[in-house]
């Protein structure tokens, strides 16, 4: 089973692919859609689709596993977030992929053990996990901890 992670934002959107195999777990690709913040959101959006659409037609994930939104001070923040997260799900939707949502500290939970874990501690963890060595942005390890969090849950049948 293949499952697609999605960290979603507007200015940077972590990506994985992850593919379970019996017990074993392996990062298919991983990476960040970066935009410009000089551009206007609706180019933005535009950007993050088709990048999010690519990585879907390319490695065919059956499942796609994105981060909930959670409600902090910032208003416009929460509502950008919800733009970015919009288009990713109209990316899995128009494949029809399967799509499952996990609360942050739910994948922290999951990968490290306890739902404050640092950002430091989650990638550490996910690349002991997927055991990989390169150097990784904390929204690309996010991405990977969201898919693994989700062939963890979902093979264990503890879905939400």
């Given amino acids: ?11 940077f959107v972590g990506f994985s692919v992850v ?15 970066r935009t410009n913040t000089k551009e206007p959101i609706p180019q933005r959006l535009r950007v993050i689709y088709r990048e999010i659409a690519a990585v879907i037609n390319e490695h065919e994930p059956q499942h796609v596993a994105v981060e909930k939104v959670f409600f902090g001070k910032n208003i416009q923040s929460a509502i950008k977030l919800g733009e970015g997260r919009g288009v990713v799900l109209l990316a899995a939707a128009q494949k029809d992929l399967d799509i499952f949502e996990y ?15 640092h950002k430091s501690q989650i990638q550490f963890m996910v690349k002991k996990i997927l055991n990989i060595d390169k150097e990784m942005s904390d929204d690309e390890a996010d991405a990977l901890a969201i898919a693994v969090c989700h062939c963890q849950n979902y093979i264990a049948g503890i879905l939400q």
């Fill in 1 to 11: 089973m293949k499952v697609m992670g999605i960290d979603p934002g507007t200015r």
């Fill in 19 to 33: 593919e379970k195999q019996g017990n074993r777990l392996s990062c298919i690709t991983s990476g960040v859609v």
């Fill in 103 to 117: 609360d942050a500290t739910k994948v922290k939970k999951s990968i490290v053990g306890g739902g404050r874990a």
